[in-house]
């Protein structure tokens, strides 16, 4: 078979998208973390362990795309005067997730005080519990968790810190002054008396078969104008025809195309100051398409970062 990442001109630099890899996030505009995995359970482990290696990995037919258009942005990745990093994965240790948690959080604390913005590549979807609570000196800020599943379970076999619980945590936080679901569909874990404490700590809930009728509009008009936003988004948000990769995979899921037409709503109207890519589950992708479709919506995220410092965020 023919090289196609070759005749594309694959690079075989360690970094996503080719970018430097270095130690420190000073002199970046944003900074690429990798993170195997948080709090796994027992049950399952580091399930998404190798997410982050294989993301880059979807992104090797592009580095050495600095100067390539991308045609979701209608431009190269990233405009003139902004640079950026990959730090690397974490030195995370299923075995410890409580030290897990405090890197991750230190890290992220690292590149917002380095004046950039974290892309975290994960690894389970208990990472952005640790990336949400550093920002805590940055509050109020607003989560728009695009996900399956709404993540409200208290504790699941007496862990409260794990993947199912992400969102009520968050909620716990109180930086945290609002909170929007997107793509919610299907069954989960959840239970009934999750989803009226969610409906009740006053979440804005936007379905998938929403998406699919009407768009992303309410989702972005549920965004204030001005504020500051993190965006958590697990992989299986995406419908499995485009993202096989997770453990999870639910029909009728967002669109890669109504993905963007969110994010860049949302950055249209607000400051993205984090963003995560989490859930991908490498041993369940199909010929590499989960980890293609994850380093383009990678890519694509950071460029619409990228626009936002160059327009003055």
């Given at each position: 078979?023919?090289?196609?990442?070759?005749?594309?001109?694959?690079?075989?630099?360690?970094?996503?998208?080719?970018?430097?890899?270095?130690?420190?996030?000073?002199?970046?505009?944003?900074?690429?973390?990798?993170?195997?995995?948080?709090?796994?359970?027992?049950?399952?482990?580091?399930?998404?362990?190798?997410g982050?290696?294989?993301?880059?990995?979807?992104?090797?037919?592009?580095?050495d795309?600095?100067?390539r258009?991308n045609?979701?942005?209608?431009?190269?990745?990233?405009?003139?005067?902004?640079?950026g990093?990959?730090?690397?994965?974490?030195?995370?240790?299923?075995?410890?997730?409580?030290?897990n948690?405090?890197?991750?959080?230190?890290?992220?604390?690292?590149?917002?005080?380095?004046?950039?913005?974290?892309?975290?590549?994960?690894?389970?979807?208990?990472?952005?519990?640790?990336?949400?609570a550093?920002?805590?000196?940055?509050?109020?800020?607003?989560?728009?968790?695009?996900?399956?599943?709404?993540?409200?379970?208290?504790e699941?076999?007496?862990?409260?810190?794990g993947?199912?619980?992400?969102?009520?945590?968050?909620?716990?936080?109180?930086?945290v002054?609002?909170?929007?679901?997107?793509?919610?569909r299907?069954?989960?874990?959840?239970?009934?008396?999750?989803?009226?404490?969610?409906?009740?700590?006053?979440?804005?809930?936007?379905?998938?078969?929403?998406?699919a009728?009407?768009?992303?509009?309410?989702?972005?008009?549920?965004?204030?104008?001005?504020?500051?936003?993190?965006i958590?988004f697990?992989?299986?948000?995406?419908?499995?025809?485009?993202?096989?990769?997770?453990?999870?995979?639910?029909a009728?899921?967002?669109?890669?195309?109504q993905?963007?037409?969110?994010?860049?709503?949302?950055?249209?109207?607000?400051?993205?100051?984090?963003?995560?890519?989490?859930?991908?589950?490498?041993?369940?992708?199909?010929?590499?398409?989960?980890?293609?479709?994850?380093?383009?919506l990678?890519?694509?995220?950071?460029g619409?970062?990228?626009?936002?410092r160059?327009?003055?965020?």
């Amino acid at each position: 078979m023919a090289d196609m990442a070759q005749m594309l001109g694959a690079g075989d630099a360690d970094g996503f998208l080719g970018w430097p890899v270095v130690e420190t996030a000073q002199g970046s505009g944003i900074a690429v973390i990798g993170v195997d995995c948080a709090t796994p359970y027992a049950s399952v482990g580091p399930h998404c362990a190798g997410g982050p290696a294989a993301i880059r990995d979807g992104a090797r037919t592009f580095c050495d795309g600095a100067d390539r258009m991308n045609f979701d942005l209608d431009g190269p990745v990233l405009p003139t005067g902004v640079r950026g990093v990959d730090l690397g994965d974490l030195a995370v240790d299923p075995a410890d997730p409580e030290g897990n948690r405090a890197l991750i959080q230190a890290a992220v604390a690292d590149v917002r005080a380095a004046g950039a913005v974290p892309i975290v590549l994960g690894g389970d979807d208990s990472i952005p519990i640790p990336m949400l609570a550093a920002l805590a000196p940055e509050g109020p800020i607003t989560v728009l968790q695009v996900d399956a599943h709404i993540d409200w379970r208290d504790e699941v076999d007496g862990e409260r810190w794990g993947l199912s619980s992400t969102m009520r945590r968050a909620s716990e936080m109180g930086h945290v002054e609002r909170i929007v679901q997107a793509g919610i569909r299907g069954m989960g874990s959840a239970r009934s008396g999750d989803y009226a404490d969610a409906c009740a700590w006053g979440v804005t809930f936007v379905t998938g078969r929403e998406i699919a009728r009407d768009g992303v509009a309410r989702a972005i008009e549920a965004m204030p104008k001005g504020s500051r936003v993190a965006i958590a988004f697990d992989c299986d948000a995406l419908d499995p025809s485009e993202m096989p990769a997770v453990i999870g995979r639910t029909a009728g899921g967002v669109r890669y195309s109504q993905a963007l037409d969110l994010i860049e709503g949302v950055a249209a109207k607000a400051e993205i100051v984090a963003f995560d890519l989490v859930e991908f589950m490498p041993q369940r992708d199909v010929d590499g398409i989960g980890g293609m479709t994850a380093a383009q919506l990678a890519a694509a995220v950071a460029g619409i970062i990228a626009r936002q410092r160059v327009a003055g965020h």
